[in-house]
């Protein structure tokens, strides 16, 4: 038996299955591997901002049948989005350290942000398969740097609820950091 958006789907249940998927994917396709902790999900009526330094807020649209597009996003701070940028260059592992500490992509690497971006969303459509989720679509719908403290920039009508997921993470053998994916409520 399929669930249709409309029907009631746990908050960590979602985060959960899709940050999982999306962690697995992303490993296996650019041969990285990402380690998750347990999420910390909740909801919120603003668009959080990240902590730290910039990240790069790769937007997402849900988009249940017959409705207008639902905006959310995954955040992934520069480091980070640009060492699975160099992965998916096929970058050598000596030159991780330099290219991580880059203060702002290039070309090359935005242009495999946005490929990311897909894989992300490609990632999340199968996440929402394996919940049994079905009338909804979801595509990746853009990326863009966000200065620390600075909410992602996506259609969001403040006062709705948002389904808020933040997650410890860690990326081979660099330090650890916060995966913070924020999405529309669904049901």
């Known amino acids: 038996m399929t669930r249709t958006v409309r029907h009631a789907l746990a908050d960590d249940a979602l985060i959960g299955r899709l940050l999982l998927r999306i962690a697995e994917d992303l490993g296996t396709l650019l041969g990285c591997e990402l380690r998750l902790g ?37 955040l992934l701070p520069l480091p980070e989005a640009l060492t699975m940028a160099a992965h998916f260059l096929m970058a050598p592992e000596e030159v991780l350290p330099t290219l991580r500490a880059a203060p702002e992509p290039d070309l090359a690497q935005k242009e495999a942000l946005l490929e990311l971006g897909k894989m992300i969303a490609n990632a999340g459509r199968t996440a929402l398969a394996q919940l049994g989720v ?20 996506f259609a969001h009508a ?4 948002l389904i808020v997921g933040r997650a410890p993470a860690k990326l081979g053998p660099f330090p650890g950091f916060e995966l913070l994916v924020m999405l529309p409520v669904l049901d």
Do not use: K, N
């Open 38 to 74: 347990p999420a910390q999900v909740e909801r919120a009526t603003t668009r959080p901002a990240a902590a730290g330094g910039v990240h790069i807020s790769f937007r997402l649209a849900f988009t249940p049948e017959g409705e207008a597009p639902r905006l959310g996003a995954l």
């Open 134 to 153: 079905s009338g909804l679509a979801l595509r990746f719908d853009g990326c863009q740097g966000v200065r620390a403290g600075v909410r992602p920039a």
């Open 158 to 161: 403040e006062g709705s609820p």
